[in-house]
């Protein structure tokens, strides 16, 4: 099986920074694109940003400008830089996998990691 494993969340001070890792483990034969979600209590699950193989990038809006995603093949890593975080960044961070192992590729989930902003 693959396995995401986040870290890196925590408490920070409004304005302050986090740095969120992901790494994927299991006999993957490639990553396709890897996205970073998150779930504020009582809300959906929102797109973060998300690194293609390619190393094209995509965010949301209200994050652009603040957090910077990035990816490091060789250990199978994608990366969130946070920036400038506010209190409505405040949510449990995902970490998703578009992967391939033995022909078949699939989508994989990471067990969430908390981040909390403190006004």
């Known amino acids: 099986q693959v396995q995401l494993v986040e870290s890196g969340g925590g408490l920070v001070q409004a304005g302050g920074s986090l740095r969120l890792s992901c790494a994927a483990s299991?006999?993957?034969?490639?990553?396709?694109?890897m996205t970073w979600y998150r779930q504020a209590p009582g809300k959906q699950r929102e797109l973060v940003a998300a690194?293609?193989?390619?190393?094209?990038?995509n965010y949301a809006d209200s994050v652009k400008g603040r957090f910077t995603i990035s990816r490091d093949d060789a250990e199978n890593t994608v990366f969130l830089q946070m920036n400038s975080l506010k209190p409505e960044d405040t949510a449990v961070y995902y970490c998703?996998?578009?992967?391939?192992?033995?022909?078949?590729?699939?989508?994989?989930w990471g067990q969430g990691t908390q981040v909390t902003v403190s006004s």
């Open positions: 998703n996998a578009d992967a391939t192992r033995f022909g078949r590729r699939s989508y994989y």
């Open positions: 299991g006999r993957i034969s490639s990553i396709n694109t």
């Open positions: 690194i293609t193989s390619g190393g094209s990038t």
